[in-house]
């Protein structure tokens, strides 16, 4: 397959163009060595290299001797099918973007996320379903759906422990990023939960919340431009993210109040897991900590994230 790279010369008198490409951001001072070079007068560029399903970072710079200016960092990506719901990007890149919404029931609703998963601690009550749509991202070249609010009001009736014993906190199977507390009092329990729906496989899991997994605290610093920043934390106000705007109303649920579970734990403290929210140290939008296996001590909320296998 192939990625066309077009762009439009502002430039007077160039002597050719450069095309860079890496699968990350390409920053100024680390530049890789070039893919291509392109001719003056050339304004177009088809990458023949590039795989299905993988995301890659452009940039593209004008040279006139050995002066080089270059141009914003771009995420493409060829995926052909990026699972149910809108297939078109409605804002944002291959790094970070929204599709839109899709109806619980041309997903998966609660009771039927409830039913795969099976497990006796994660019970419903009546009148307890929240949930009415899934919010369908990408963020680092994954697909990912997150519902609008919890899964359940029931917080009540599971803990951060519930959930690692079924098996839907981590969403890989790396022993070495796990809640060591988790692992010596529970055992070490497959966390690659998956689930089905069509021709369609998902990993469900927790969402992340620090910018590196084994970073020991739960301070604000720690905490600021993970996921939960860019994928969960609009569901909780109307924030601005990286879409150039305001984010969208298919991000924002209002009245949404609730402290959520992620998959990260201190390594302090005892291993504490850390809640995010809307209440607590304003990070944005709050981080709390509670043990493990408390059901009571602070009022956890599941959001699963379901990540498409592709």
Request: net charge negative; aromatic share 10%.
């Amino acid at each position: 397959m192939s990625l066309t790279l077009n762009w439009i010369d502002r430039n007077i008198t160039v002597d050719k163009f450069r095309v860079y490409r890496a699968n990350s951001v390409i920053l100024d001072g680390a530049l890789p060595a070039f893919l291509a070079e392109v001719p003056a007068g050339t304004f177009t560029y088809v990458d023949t290299t590039a795989v299905r399903n993988q995301v890659y970072h452009y940039r593209v710079s004008a040279v006139v001797g050995t002066e080089e200016t270059l141009s914003s960092d771009m995420a493409l990506a060829y995926m052909p099918y990026t699972g149910p719901g809108p297939q078109k990007l409605l804002r944002g890149d291959w790094s970070l973007g929204t599709f839109g919404r899709i109806n619980a029931e041309d997903l998966f609703n609660p009771n039927e996320i409830l039913n795969a998963v099976n497990y006796p601690a994660l019970t419903l009550t009546t009148g307890a379903l929240l949930m009415t749509c899934w919010v369908k991202m990408v963020y680092n070249g994954k697909i990912v759906f997150v519902p609008d609010q919890a899964i359940s009001s029931s917080y009540g009736a599971w803990s951060w422990a519930d959930l690692y014993k079924a098996g839907v906190v981590y969403g890989a199977d790396d022993p070495s990023t796990w809640s060591a507390l988790a692992k010596s009092t529970y055992g070490t329990i497959p966390q690659n939960f998956t689930i089905a729906k069509g021709a369609d496989n998902f990993v469900m899991r927790l969402p992340g919340t620090r910018v590196g997994t084994l970073s020991a605290g739960a301070v604000p610093a720690n905490q600021v431009g993970g996921e939960f920043d860019f994928i969960m934390a609009p569901n909780y106000q109307a924030r601005v993210q990286n879409f150039g705007v305001a984010a969208l109303d298919d991000l924002v649920i209002s009245g949404v109040n609730e402290n959520i579970y992620t998959k990260d734990v201190t390594t302090t403290a005892g291993d504490t897991c850390i809640l995010r929210g809307t209440n607590g140290v304003a990070v944005p939008d709050g981080l709390l900590t509670t043990t493990l296996a408390s059901t009571t001590s602070v009022f956890g909320y599941w959001r699963p994230v379901l990540e498409l296998v592709l």
